[in-house]
């Protein structure tokens, strides 16, 4: 049987429960960001490793392609001084072929000349040995002109064979020429294969330096959204660690301020037209609501004393001018938040601090009882409400001494 539990203990229990629930939820809260933060840092120092070897790769690359393209460079103008010496090669055994085909048609017609001469000197070497017998001449005319003959036939004979010798030559010469041909024919076909595969070699490096372009550009958008979402981690623990910090302060404030007196008198138009010594007594505060502190006791947070008083009021009430002057300052200022301080005459000046909004501009004119400004909570104090102060010749005078509470 589980023991029951009185009221009170009951109710104090629970609050123990929602007090440490509420704890636990804000320190998940605050390092669950945290752990966040360290896996996104984590993941962008990977990130940054991975990308600078992407762009050393892509670097290598870019030089595999400028090595590859200085290669085709030098197989292109090999091939064009390639295709040059074909050329020439070429007008060479065409000239070769020409001359050839002339030196066998200057052979074949002294050859044809040649057996027409022989066969010409047959004939008629018969027909004059005939001619001289039956006739009776000199038959040593006719061994002459055989011996011409004869030296003609040979020097025909000696042409022919030069003729053959120059063709025999120009034969050799086109062979060189056409093996020379063939091998450079050879040698363009291997510039060309090698030129092809240079140039494949070369796109396929484009092509990876391309999707290496792609990748440092995707790496680089992750890198930067990483760090967006770093900070907005950031930004978040600063927000909850600032509600923390908000949350404790009013925690204290509630464990060292205790409500002093209640206000619910508001200044109004009757007392204007009075100087503010004439008001001595007879002030009323500018806000409804609770007075938490007293003028000079130490402040909990820091042991200062204060040199006003704070009126806890709901947020966004009205801020009464306890008194008719002129507004010489109305602008935010540091720890007190939106301010406004009005100037009475005499040396004598009021100051409302952590206000809302500000109704009122430096220069304006007011009457008392004129609504000035909003309760808000824009300075150091966690809760909404008005910090109060009075004083002459910049002195601070305790407000409470003035007014009339109750």
Same mark, same amino acid.
């Given at each position: 049987?589980?023991?029951?539990?009185?009221?009170?203990?009951?109710?104090?229990?629970?609050?123990?429960?929602?007090?440490?629930?509420?704890?636990?939820?804000?320190?998940?809260?605050?390092?669950?960001?945290?752990?966040?933060?360290?896996?996104?840092?984590?993941?962008?120092?990977?990130?940054?490793?991975?990308?600078?070897?992407?762009?050393?790769?892509?670097?290598?690359?870019?030089?595999?392609?400028?090595?590859?393209?200085?290669?085709?460079?030098?197989?292109?103008?090999?091939?064009?001084?390639?295709?040059?010496?074909?050329?020439?090669?070429?007008?060479?055994?065409?000239?070769?072929?020409?001359?050839?085909?002339?030196?066998?048609?200057?052979?074949?017609?002294?050859?044809?000349?040649?057996?027409?001469?022989?066969?010409?000197?047959?004939?008629?070497?018969?027909?004059?040995?005939?001619?001289?017998?039956?006739?009776?001449?000199?038959?040593?005319?006719?061994?002459?002109?055989?011996?011409?003959?004869?030296?003609?036939?040979?020097?025909?004979? !000696?042409?022919?064979?030069?003729?053959?010798?120059?063709?025999? &030559?120009? %034969? +050799?010469?086109? =062979? #060189?020429? $056409?093996? /020379? !041909?063939?091998?450079?024919?050879?040698?363009?076909?291997?510039? &060309?294969? %090698? +030129?092809?595969? =240079? #140039?494949? $070699?070369? /796109?396929?490096?484009?092509?990876?330096?391309?999707?290496?372009?792609? &990748?440092?550009?995707?790496?680089?958008?992750?890198?930067?959204?990483?760090?967006?979402?770093?900070?907005?981690?950031?930004?978040?623990?600063?927000?909850?660690?600032?509600?923390?910090?908000?949350?404790?302060?009013?925690?204290?404030?509630?464990?060292?301020?205790?409500?002093?007196?209640?206000?619910?008198?508001?200044?109004?138009?009757?007392?204007?037209?009075?100087?503010?010594?004439?008001?001595?007594?007879?002030?009323?505060?500018?806000?409804?609501?609770?007075?938490?502190?007293?003028?000079?006791?130490?402040?909990?947070?820091?042991?200062?004393?204060?040199?006003?008083?704070?009126?806890?009021?709901?947020?966004?009430?009205?801020?009464?001018?306890?008194?008719?002057?002129?507004?010489?300052?109305?602008?935010?200022?540091?720890?007190?938040?939106?301010?406004?301080?009005?100037?009475?005459?005499?040396?004598?000046?009021?100051?409302?601090?952590?206000?809302?909004?500000?109704?009122?501009?430096?220069?304006?004119?007011?009457?008392?009882?004129?609504?000035?400004?909003?309760?808000?909570?824009?300075?150091?104090?966690?809760?909404?409400?008005?910090?109060?102060?009075?004083?002459?010749?910049?002195?601070?005078?305790?407000?409470?001494?003035?007014?009339?509470?109750?």
């Amino acid at each position: 049987m589980l023991p029951t539990l009185s009221g009170k203990t009951a109710f104090r229990l629970i609050r123990i429960l929602t007090a440490i629930g509420l704890c636990l939820i804000f320190h998940y809260a605050i390092a669950s960001p945290k752990e966040d933060i360290q896996l996104i840092r984590k993941r962008i120092g990977t990130l940054e490793q991975t990308r600078n070897a992407t762009q050393r790769t892509r670097k290598e690359t870019l030089a595999a392609m400028q090595k590859s393209a200085v290669a085709i460079s030098r197989i292109n103008k090999s091939l064009t001084q390639l295709t040059l010496k074909k050329q020439k090669v070429k007008t060479q055994l065409a000239a070769l072929t020409k001359n050839i085909q002339q030196v066998n048609s200057t052979i074949d017609t002294q050859q044809n000349n040649l057996e027409t001469q022989l066969l010409q000197q047959y004939k008629s070497g018969q027909e004059e040995t005939a001619r001289i017998l039956f006739n009776g001449e000199n038959t040593g005319r006719i061994d002459r002109e055989l011996v011409y003959y004869h030296y003609l036939a040979e020097a025909r004979s !000696n042409s022919i064979q030069s003729l053959r010798d120059n063709l025999s &030559k120009l %034969q +050799q010469l086109s =062979l #060189q020429q $056409e093996t /020379e !041909n063939q091998q450079l024919e050879h040698i363009e076909s291997t510039r &060309k294969q %090698q +030129q092809k595969q =240079l #140039q494949a $070699e070369e /796109e396929k490096h484009r092509l990876y330096a391309s999707a290496l372009d792609k &990748k440092i550009k995707t790496q680089g958008e992750e890198i930067i959204r990483l760090r967006q979402n770093e900070q907005q981690l950031t930004q978040l623990i600063e927000r909850l660690n600032e509600k923390r910090r908000l949350r404790i302060a009013r925690k204290r404030a509630g464990r060292n301020h205790k409500v002093i007196a209640n206000n619910s008198l508001l200044p109004d138009d009757s007392m204007a037209g009075r100087t503010f010594e004439q008001l001595r007594g007879h002030l009323h505060l500018p806000v409804i609501g609770e007075i938490m502190n007293r003028f000079g006791a130490p402040r909990a947070e820091t042991g200062t004393p204060w040199q006003g008083i704070f009126i806890k009021a709901k947020a966004g009430s009205p801020v009464k001018a306890v008194a008719s002057g002129k507004v010489v300052y109305a602008g935010n200022m540091r720890g007190f938040g939106n301010l406004m301080i009005i100037s009475h005459g005499g040396g004598y000046m009021s100051l409302y601090a952590d206000n809302e909004k500000l109704l009122l501009k430096t220069g304006d004119r007011v009457r008392a009882g004129d609504t000035i400004a909003l309760v808000g909570a824009t300075g150091d104090n966690p809760e909404p409400g008005l910090y109060f102060e009075l004083r002459h010749q910049s002195v601070p005078f305790n407000p409470l001494s003035w007014s009339k509470v109750r």
